[in-house]
Nanobody, 124 residues
Framework: QVQLVESGGGLVQAGGSLRLSCAAS????????IGWFRQAPGQEREFVTA????????YYADSVKGRFTISRDNAKNTVFLQMNSLKPEDTAVYYC?????????????????WGQGTQVTVSS
């Protein structure tokens, strides 16, 4: 069983930055693909970004491309999401998810373990 704990959320002004972390325990973290998803009130949970087991392949939603960067440190069992140039529409609860396979996917149904989420609020 894999446990995922997100941190780093908060309130930031538009144009600002935040760095989210996802710390994993249990399982074999270095063999899992990791994704970030987000859910705004009244909306579906949507894909944000994902990284394969080695960190060598990444995927981004069009809405965050060029502003967000995913990375991972397998030695520390942690994945990071650097979010720059934040916009009010980025406001959501951000979840990290682990997939028991090395290659990343962009659909939430492909992920097996989920964290509890961390709130990101961007004020205009």
């Amino acid at each position: 069983q894999v446990q995922l704990v997100e941190s780093g959320g908060g309130l930031v002004q538009a144009g600002g930055s935040l760095r989210l972390s996802c710390a994993a325990s249990g399982g074999t973290f270095s063999t899992y693909a990791i994704g970030w998803f987000r859910q705004a009130p009244g909306q579906e949970r949507e894909f944000v970004t994902a990284v394969n087991w080695s960190g060598g392949r990444t995927y981004y939603a069009d809405s965050v491309k060029g502003r967000f960067t995913i990375s991972r440190d397998n030695a520390k069992n942690t994945v990071f999401l650097q979010m720059n140039s934040l916009k009010p529409e980025d406001t959501a609860v951000y979840y990290c998810a682990a997939r028991r396979f090395p290659e990343a996917k962009v659909t939430r149904e492909d992920y097996d373990y989920w964290g509890q989420g961390t709130q990101v609020t961007v004020s205009s």
